[in-house]
């Protein structure tokens, strides 16, 4: 009699663990069906995909081979925007162009980037100057872009796919 009830005392628990656990995977799986959707969401935002990037994006970066670099011909010596503290402050360094060579409109433009080379000048010194020493340390990829798009409209045409450059600031 005494093992009859020790089995059924047993039998109650295990059926009650069974509950517990059914009830704690439903509660479970649903909020992990909530972040999954979520992480989706927001990787979609961001145009992130599982297996990395993009197909779009990797192709549109050419590879080494089909890159051409213009140098900006000498250092230019920019003058920032003004800090609080109302001292004058000065970016000096090198820019480069990265061009796409397999883009039709390489063959166009290469071979007069010397000659637009004071336009682009004219570009970094705009986009630079508009920015404070401590700005232009902190925001180098908001810069470069900034860059890149006034570049890309000047020639009206993305065969310069990238913008470099190297300051040193005082």
């Not at 992480?39 to 970066?61: H, K, W, Y």
Request: net charge negative.
């Amino acid at each position: 009699m005494r093992r009859n009830l020790l089995s059924i005392i047993i039998l109650a628990l295990l059926v009650v663990n069974i509950v517990l656990t059914a009830i704690m995977m439903v509660s479970v799986s649903g909020a992990s069906r909530k972040t999954a959707a979520l992480v989706s969401d927001i990787s979609t935002i961001i145009g992130l995909e599982i297996d990395g990037l993009p197909q779009s994006e990797l192709s549109g970066v050419p590879s080494m081979a089909d890159t051409a670099v213009f140098n900006i011909s000498e250092e230019l010596t920019i003058p920032l925007k003004n800090d609080e503290d109302g001292k004058s402050h000065y970016a000096v360094g090198n820019v480069s162009l990265s061009m796409n060579t397999k883009h039709e409109d390489y063959a166009t433009y290469s071979e007069t980037m010397t000659e637009k080379e004071g336009l682009i000048k004219d570009i970094v010194f705009s986009v630079m100057g508009d920015y404070t020493m401590d700005e232009a340390r902190s925001n180098t990829d908001q810069i470069k872009s900034e860059i890149l798009t006034r570049v890309q409209e000047l020639f009206g045409s993305d065969f310069i796919y990238s913008v470099s450059f190297n300051f040193l600031y005082s």
